[in-house]
């Protein structure tokens, strides 16, 4: 099973549904130079829904993979457990200095929503705080970038309503969030959808699990898909489902949403067959003639980025690929800066690589 946590988890899902109309956007593809775009987390709150009896300090006190796979997998009720401001200062200033122009935001819980207050944990954001800090990273030069993901491994942020999926009250719910993020972002140019590791494989462990599959996972991604487009918003997913149905996703995906394949190992010379899935969906992504933004991250290599810009390079079409992600997947705290502050090194250094390239 591919996952971000192992790297050797591959994705269960199945399924398709009804299509639905390829929406035809009004907005262009920025005439500067591609997206450099990086991920930073106001909520953290996005694996398991239980609070741990126990925190082991030792889990504090370090920001090896083993500590973040062991913290995220838990609901954090407080914001200042995962995040903190300063940090979320110094990384938004780092990252303006070394040429990235993007800052997606995952949202989550952190908001003190004016459509639903009751999700929100302690120490959230209110929409008026968000605005606020909006407006700053506009002025550093950075475009912010929404992001909630419901995929049903990834949506604890959402709190009783993750329980609720595919409801009435659940789509009331999706609707009235969407559309409030996107009036605090004045329209943002993507939303972020996540909808990426819906297995049960993803989920095992924890108290309560849900999986869609079949038509109901693709009725509900059409669900929040027209919610975005309506406003004018380019929806944005993670393409992994591909990996495990291909031709279904290929049949069913619209060409309107962007994707966002992941790798983040060093090497592109591969032998193991998952790793040939998740890297040749790159290729797959083009030949179908869909925009893409890869992803890297330093989770595993600190080369991955580098190597992810030079393997995409070749096999993507410039008028197809909008730019790169970097993904440090850690929360915006001081025990992690060293980590978020080497995720920027590397995307600093893959821009001044590539500056002259254009999209």
Known sequence: MITRRDFIKQALAAGVMCSIPHHVFGQEKPAQNLIWANLLHLSFNMWEDTVPQLINPEHQCTCSNQAIRWWKRFYHPDLNTTFDEEVWNSL????????????????GDGVVYDSHPEIAVKN????????????????????????????TTHDTWLGEY???????????????????????????????????????????????????????????????????EKRNVRSWIWSD???????????????????????????FVLEDDKAKTMVDLYRKLEAHGYD????????????????????????????????????????????????????????????KKNEKIKP
């Open 292 to 351: 893409q933004v890869p992803i890297g991250s330093n989770w595993y290599s600190d080369k991955n980025i580098e190597a992810t810009i030079d393997y995409c390079r070749e096999v993507i079409d410039p008028s197809r690929l909008l730019g790169f992600m970097q993904t440090p997947w850690r929360p915006t705290t001081s025990v992690c800066l060293d980590k978020h502050k080497e995720a920027i090194r590397q995307m600093k250094q893959a821009i």
């Open 92 to 107: 938004l200033k780092e990252m303006a200095a070394a040429g990235i122009n993007m800052v997606v935001i995952d949202l």
């Open 162 to 228: 993750g329980r609720m999926v595919s409801t009435s009250k659940y789509y009331e719910v999706c609707r009235n969030l969407l559309n409030e993020v996107i009036d605090i972002f004045d329209t943002p140019r993507f939303f972020h959808l996540g909808m990426d590791e819906e297995t049960a494989g993803n989920q095992v462990g924890w108290n309560h699990l849900v999986v869609r599959q079949n038509d109901l996972w693709w009725n509900d991604l059409y669900f929040y898909i027209a919610q975005v």
């Open 124 to 151: 959230a954001w209110t929409p008026e705080k968000l605005r606020h800090e909006l407006a700053k990273i506009r002025r550093l030069g950075l475009e912010p970038i929404p992001k909630l993901n419901f995929a």
């Open 241 to 267: 489902y591909a990996w495990e149905h291909p031709d279904v996703f290929f049949r069913k995906m619209p060409k309107s949403v962007l994707q966002s394949n992941w790798y983040y190992a060093e090497s």
